[in-house]
């Protein structure tokens, strides 16, 4: 019989989804998963399988409660000028904000599973942004709107990280706005 297991999977999980969100796959070492989430390799392994099963299922975590409660909030928002503030304020305050935005620009082109993740996530923001535009009656939300918002605030944010820091609710409120224009 084994032992039980010395860790809890739902908090290594969200740790990861942090350290992937700061540093990307590629830029985080199972050295680095093992000392920040405090868990023995072996166990790592058993339960995940690989650095990328956990990368996975960050990833997994990261859009069910992240990004899936954000963007079915944003769909009911009083108003395309409330949507984009939630989205900002969400977009400050997660842990792992961004995970999302870092996957599709690292891993989807040459991940199928990480590439549905991704396709998940921004079908679910595209297809909040066209209720509340419709809402608000404006015309319906351009084909790729959510792609275009994700990459915009992505270069927003690799450029802050690049410089330093990590753009706040003001940029991603004035980005957002400024492409849905």
Do not use: C, N, W
């Not at 989804?17 to 023995?40: C, I």
């Not at 690989?50 to 409660?69: F, I, M």
């Not at 690049?162 to 980005?175: D, I, Q, S, T």
């Amino acid at each position: 019989m084994g032992r039980p297991r010395a860790f809890d999977e739902d908090d290594a999980v969200r740790a990861a989804a942090g350290l992937f969100a700061a540093r990307g796959y590629e830029g985080t070492s199972v050295d680095d998963l093992v000392g920040t989430l405090g868990v023995h390799r072996g166990s790592l392994y058993k339960v995940f399988g690989s650095k990328r099963g956990l990368y996975l299922a960050a990833l997994r975590r990261h859009l069910d409660e992240d990004v899936l409660p954000l963007t079915a909030a944003i769909a009911v928002a009083d108003g395309l000028a409330a949507a984009l503030a939630q989205a900002a304020a969400a977009y400050d305050s997660a842990l792992a904000a961004g995970l999302l935005l870092v996957a599709a620009a690292e891993r989807a082109a040459a991940d199928p599973d990480t590439a549905a993740l991704v396709d998940e996530g921004l079908t679910a923001l595209e297809r909040a942004l066209a209720a509340v535009l419709a809402a608000d009656g404006a015309a319906a939300a351009p084909p790729g709107l959510a792609q275009a918002l994700a990459a915009t605030v992505l270069g927003v944010r690799l450029r802050s990280r690049a410089a330093g820091g990590r753009p706040g609710a003001e940029a991603v409120l004035a980005l957002a706005a400024h492409l849905l224009r």
